[in-house]
T-cell receptor, first 112, second 114 residues
Framework: GQNIDQPTEMTATEGAIVQINCTYQ??????LFWYQQHAGEAPTFLSY????GLEEKGRFSSFLSRSKGYSYLLLKELQMKDSASYLC?????????????FGGGTRLMVKP | EPEVTQTPSHQVTQMGQEVILRCVPI?????FYWYRQILGQKVEFLVS????????KSEIFDDQFSVERPDGSNFTLKIRSTKLEDSAMYFC????????????FGDGTRLSIL
């Protein structure tokens, strides 16, 4: 099976930088995705990592270390609208349908 | 930008009744998924579907659940005899061919079983 851990909640200040960590255990790692989910809404895709290193996309970056089973999502120049849950999801080679296994999500509150 | 659409947005049903949740995936996508999210809990995989058949299903997806692609655009999830614990948000997702392609989620159907 798979186990994905993220902090439950984080708080940060508008304009600052925040790092949301995710650790995972899986037998056949085949990619990690980050999604943003506002309350009551659908998850929206943010980033994808399958090789070690940093992927940058505007204010959002995601890092992966496969040997450590570790990823983080970095949000820069925080805005109030970034208040949301951030979901880490892992894909496993052993799953035929390319399904995603989600962590519990990290609820980020951005304060003025 | 093309999106996954789901109907209805909210469904209220008596326990034991059948429900059908509808999804229209993005038109050039070939891989379809259903997930559910019980209030305050994590998103959980139910089933994946490709080439008109189920490619994988979770333990949650028991005999009470079924999926169908009745025509070229719709993808449905049926729950035959609903239970109280089926109350959740149900998300449909689809993706293009290619391992690096993300799944795109619809806005969900909130299912409330009374």
């Amino acid at each position: 099976g798979q186990n994905i851990d993220q902090p439950t909640e984080m708080t940060a200040t508008e304009g600052a930088i925040v790092q949301i960590n995710c650790t995972y255990q899986t037998s056949g790692f085949n990619g990690l995705f980050w999604y943003q989910q506002h309350a009551g809404e659908a998850p929206t895709f943010l980033s994808y990592n399958v090789l070690d290193g940093l992927e940058e996309k505007g204010r959002f970056s995601s890092f992966l270390s496969r040997s450590k089973g570790y990823s983080y999502l970095l949000l820069k120049e925080l805005q109030m609208k970034d208040s949301a849950s951030y979901l880490c999801a892992v894909r496993d080679l052993n799953n035929a349908g390319n399904m995603l296994t989600f962590g519990g999500g990290t609820r980020l509150m951005v304060k003025p | 930008e093309p999106e996954v659409t789901q109907t209805p947005s909210h469904q209220v049903t008596q326990m034991g009744q059948e429900v059908i949740l509808r999804c229209v995936p993005i038109s050039n996508h070939l891989y379809f998924y259903w997930y559910r999210q019980i209030l305050g809990q994590k998103v959980e995989f139910l089933v994946s579907f490709y080439n008109n058949e189920i490619s994988e299903k979770s333990e949650i997806f028991d005999d009470q659940f079924s999926v169908e692609r009745p025509d070229g655009s719709n993808f449905t999830l049926k729950i035959r005899s609903t239970k109280l614990e089926d109350s959740a948000m149900y998300f449909c997702a689809s993706r293009e061919t290619g391992d690096n392609q993300p799944q795109h989620f619809g806005d969900g159907t909130r299912l409330s079983i009374l």
